[in-house]
């Protein structure tokens, strides 16, 4: 299994990104994938995640309304629509992916996700 994150870059308030986890090896018709976050001196934190086939979602709190995760089958790709962002989303994001068929009950948690990327930066600063 692989993942591979793309997208993050440096955004002023207020800006939008949209973070890519393309995965290969496996099918996200067999897998969840979650999106994680860590920010330094701070714990990673589960941010959002999408269940087999694109069926649930979760996502954390300080982020609902703003991001929105989205499965194209076709590409294999699971996506993180960030808007409205602030200073405090700053950090590296993950995603994971887990083959627990409910690992999306809730947001995501880490000890549940089996296979990670390599992370990607995002930067919210003026």
């Known amino acids: 299994l692989q993942l591979v994150e793309s997208g993050g870059g440096l955004v002023q308030p207020g800006g939008s990104l949209r973070l890519s986890c393309a995965a290969s090896g496996f099918t996200l018709d067999y897998y969840g994938i979650g999106w994680f976050r860590q920010a330094p001196g701070k714990e990673r934190e589960g941010v959002s995640c999408i269940g087999r086939g694109g069926g649930s979602t979760n996502y954390v709190d300080s982020v609902k309304g703003r991001f929105t995760i989205l499965t194209d089958n076709a590409e294999n790709t699971v996506y993180l629509q960030m808007n409205s962002l602030k200073p405090e989303d700053t950090a590296v994001y993950f995603c994971?992916?887990?083959?627990?068929?409910?690992?999306?009950?809730?947001?995501?948690?880490?000890?549940?996700?089996?296979?990670w990327g390599q992370g990607t930066q995002v930067t919210v600063s003026s």
């Open positions: 994971a992916a887990a083959e627990m068929f409910n690992a999306c009950r809730r947001t995501p948690l880490a000890d549940e996700y089996s296979d």
